[in-house]
């Protein structure tokens, strides 16, 4: 008869090692993050001393939040949808190879209608501009929007790999494919002629080496004969790809809306916007990047092996841990915000009037920051569940109206009134998913067993 104590012992030690392996895999990843972070940041630097907060920034942010928006869109869309279905056929090498090409498949039409809409978007974009506004002169706006269109059709299809990787435990590898765009957009600006095409140019060219590097990484995942996808979930309907996007909106949807607005608030708002944007998204990377990425096929599995107990016991307290670390990473940037902002933003074309617009929005959306980064993971959690792309692409649609009526009623508050609006829409998206996360996590199927019994 085998010893309790000794089953009890072994199942503490493989406890302790897939602990010790996904910790492993958050610090790398997280690292990396880091990384990736730093050399956005130091763009972002080199953006406000070559141009400042004015018109051309304006006019880059403007041509580009279209196509970013959607490209980003289709990648979370896929990245949440995608990586429990490959997590379930997983054994099924034949099973898992089909399903990829399929998704490749899709993935070249996408790309190729993203760089089409190009076309039109030179003429259709523009027309969402106030009369009044400087914005319609600005210089090499049509080329910007077509750059912009280019860079989001070779994102979306980029992003296939990196799913593929995080999907395969590999999220380090795949973490790497999101370090050339900004570092080769340095190189474009500091080598580059002092245009502000040479920017996406710069992004176009960098995202484009990601892609190289990601199919080479990937190819003998995609190997093998076309077999039939069992189970039925990983089957891809287009109805709930659809019902996913609009669900992912509200992660990257805010630079629509910002584009809409932000010209109707005053040249340089947008620009601003922009800034204070970067910098949430930016530090809100070093701190879900790496948690994001591990603990997706974890959620996945919990679910899978535990039943509902377990799968909402790991979402507590991974959301535990995330809200205090970015409570206290808001607190800490609420007092250093003046600083953080001169340090790295004051010199060359950014003026202290440019500072303090900055500054003024970023503390506004520090609220935002807290809640969005719970949000994130929280959602990646909820998509581990079945029949939850309806209801999360309501919560997400909230998001979208809150932001955008808070940001017309406050219009006359500048960026202020922006930063506000950001706040108010992530705490009402989060209390809407929490609400989601308990009423599609499934029964326990053993306490229904042991009730029958």
């Not at 000794?6 to 010790?20: D, F, N």
């Not at 009044?132 to 059709?153: H, T, Y």
């Not at 955008?404 to 508050?413: K, T, V």
């Amino acid at each position: 008869m085998p010893n309790p104590a000794i089953g009890m012992v072994r199942r503490y030690y493989t406890r302790a090692l897939e602990l010790r392996g996904a910790l492993t895999n958050i610090l790398a990843v997280t690292g990396l993050s880091v990384t990736a972070s730093c050399i956005g940041f130091v763009l972002q630097i080199l953006l406000a001393a070559h141009y400042g907060a004015g018109l051309p920034i304006d006019s880059y942010l403007f041509a580009t939040s279209v196509p970013l928006f959607l490209a980003a869109l289709g990648s979370a869309a896929l990245s949440y949808s995608v990586v429990p279905a490959l997590v379930e056929v997983e054994l099924d090498a034949a099973a898992r190879s089909t399903l990829l090409r399929h998704l490749r498949r899709r993935m070249v039409l996408i790309a190729l209608v993203f760089v089409t809409v190009g076309i039109p978007a030179l003429w259709l974009q523009p027309l969402s501009i106030p009369k009044n506004s400087a914005l319609r002169d600005a210089p090499m706006l049509p080329i910007l929007i077509g750059l912009g269109w280019s860079i989001g059709g070779v994102q979306i299809f980029t992003a296939l790999f990196s799913i593929e990787l995080n999907a395969a435990r590999r999220p380090i590898t795949a973490a790497c494919l999101a370090l050339p765009p900004n570092f080769v957009a340095i190189l474009a600006v500091l080598l580059g002629p002092h245009q502000i095409t040479t920017v996406p140019i710069g992004v176009l060219c960098g995202t484009l080496v990601s892609l190289v590097t990601g199919g080479g990484l990937t190819r003998r995942a995609f190997a093998g004969k076309d077999v039939k996808v069992h189970p039925a979930r990983p089957k891809m309907h287009i109805i709930r790809i659809g019902w996913t996007l609009l669900a992912m909106s509200c992660f990257s949807i805010y630079s629509v809306i910002d584009a809409f607005w932000g010209p109707r608030a005053g040249v340089g708002t947008l620009a601003s916007l922009g800034y204070a944007q970067r910098l949430v998204v930016g530090i809100g990377s070093l701190v879900v990047a790496g948690p994001s990425a591990v603990l997706t096929p974890r959620f996945a599995m919990r679910l899978r092996d535990g039943g509902r107990v377990a799968f909402l016991g790991e979402v507590r307290r991974t959301m535990l841990v995330i809200g205090v670390i970015t409570s206290c990473a808001a607190t800490l940037l609420m007092l250093l915000s003046s600083r953080l902002i001169e340090a790295a933003f004051g010199r060359g074309e950014f003026v202290k009037s440019d500072i303090i617009r900055v500054e003024l929005i970023f503390r506004a959306m520090l609220p935002g920051f807290c809640a969005m980064l719970v949000s994130v993971v929280l959602t990646r959690a909820i998509f581990c569940l079945k029949d939850v792309e309806r209801p999360m692409a309501l919560a997400s649609f909230s998001w979208a109206i809150v932001y955008f009526i808070c940001c017309g009623a406050m219009l006359a508050w500048g960026g202020l009134g922006f930063g506000i609006s950001y706040s108010l829409a992530w705490v009402i998206y989060l209390m809407i998913a929490i609400g989601v996360l308990h009423r599609y996590a499934p029964p326990d199927v053993r306490k229904q067993q042991n009730n029958t019994i």
